[in-house]
């Protein structure tokens, strides 16, 4: 499975951007898909997942009721729709694929290549 992250950018605190995965190959559906944040000078951490079917998701307590990670099978594109947006959200975001829906990173064997995002106080 090939990842390719997309629609970071500049936005205000407060505001929300909606970032997208694609992937390509026949398998997508079958993976648990997740998303990844590292901020400067930070470690990579866990932000959110959803199952193959969409029936099941994990949140970090840090985006817990601001952001929403949903998947479109037909379109083999997971995405990240963030909303009030906080300062402490930049970080270059990762979308990943796993076997299994899961928080942890070691479990991830795909990985896109990154988007920015910036939120400005």
């Known amino acids: 499975v090939q990842l390719q992250a997309s629609g970071g950018g500049l936005v205000q605190a407060g505001g929300s951007l909606r970032l997208s995965c694609a992937a390509s190959?026949?398998?997508?559906?079958?993976?648990?898909m997740g998303w990844f944040r590292q901020a400067p000078g930070k470690e990579r951490e866990f932000v959110a997942a959803?199952?193959?079917?969409?029936?099941?998701?994990y949140y970090a307590d840090s985006v817990k009721g601001r952001f929403t990670i949903s998947r479109d099978n037909a379109k083999n594109t997971v995405y990240l729709q963030m909303n009030s947006l906080k300062p402490e959200d930049t970080a270059v975001y990762y979308c990943a694929a796993a076997p299994r829906l899961t928080t942890a990173q070691g479990e991830y064997g795909y990985w896109g290549q990154g988007t920015l995002v910036t939120v400005s106080s």
């Open positions: 959803i199952s193959w079917s969409g029936g099941g998701t």
């Open positions: 190959g026949r398998t997508f559906s079958s993976y648990c």
